[in-house]
């Protein structure tokens, strides 16, 4: 199995990954569209793409070849994890068609008590999908890695409550993570520019994932608008 799951994590080594996602309530939330997008990216050159529910991920499955990270954001009331909470939810996205299975790997309450162990065990033993551990801060990407995760990523890095008063990237937390762990380490979060995407990769990142730089039409013309009103 572990060379089963080094296979798919190798064919991202020093890419770029592009996040290909968008707002509910964006036109572009539909499962062509977010399948045009990750096409238009890998013919480009990215080496994979992070896709959210199952619906997207099997409509990019059917266009793209490259390895799909996929994930499946739920909101449970009580609990502050949202990215694949649960088992089920990874199941939905690895029956889709996802390559690589991303999980919240803060050390948040989980939903019915379960443990970061158990679900990737249960990732990896049922599903025979690989794992990222999307984390917060260096104590969150050690437990994560101690509980099996494949890779590591530094995706949630401000956007939890104990990170609220940092601004990604987190290219302090990466150059931590390169130095102690002993997995993979993914920049994500905050790369706003080639030359961030160079950085990181300067600073020891496997690999990078860009998203709202590059598909977030939604954000960045809100933004455009803001800058000229």
């Not at 399948?35 to 959210?52: F, M």
């Not at 909470?85 to 050390?107: L, N």
Request: charged share 15%; with cysteine; net charge negative.
């Amino acid at each position: 199995m572990a060379d089963e799951f080094n296979s798919v994590v190798v064919k991202l080594k020093q890419g770029l990954i592009v996040s290909c996602q968008a707002p509910v309530d964006s036109p572009l939330h539909e499962p062509m569209v977010i399948a045009a997008i990750a096409q238009a990216a890998t013919n480009q050159g990215a080496v994979g793409v992070r896709i959210d529910t199952p619906e997207h991920i099997s409509a990019v499955r059917q266009r793209c070849t490259v390895p799909i990270i996929g994930l499946w954001k739920q909101q449970i009331p009580g609990y502050d994890v949202y990215i694949t909470p649960q088992f089920h939810h990874a199941a939905a996205i690895a029956q889709a068609g996802a390559d690589i299975i991303a999980i919240d790997a803060t050390q948040r309450q989980r939903p019915e008590k379960e443990t970061l162990t158990s679900l990737i065990e249960r990732i990896h033993q049922k599903l025979g999908k690989p794992v990222m551990a999307d984390v917060d801060t260096m104590e969150a990407a050690i437990a994560s890695v101690a509980a099996g995760a494949d890779l590591v990523g530094t995706t949630l890095y401000g956007y939890t409550s104990e990170t609220t008063h940092l601004s990604p990237p987190g290219f302090e937390l990466l150059t931590q993570m390169v130095e102690k762990l002993s997995v993979p380490v993914i920049c994500e979060g905050g790369i706003s520019s080639p030359q961030m995407a160079r950085q990181a990769l300067d600073l020891g990142a496997y690999a990078v994932v860009v998203g709202t730089a590059i598909t977030g039409i939604d954000s960045l013309v809100k933004a455009y608008r803001a800058a000229i009103s």
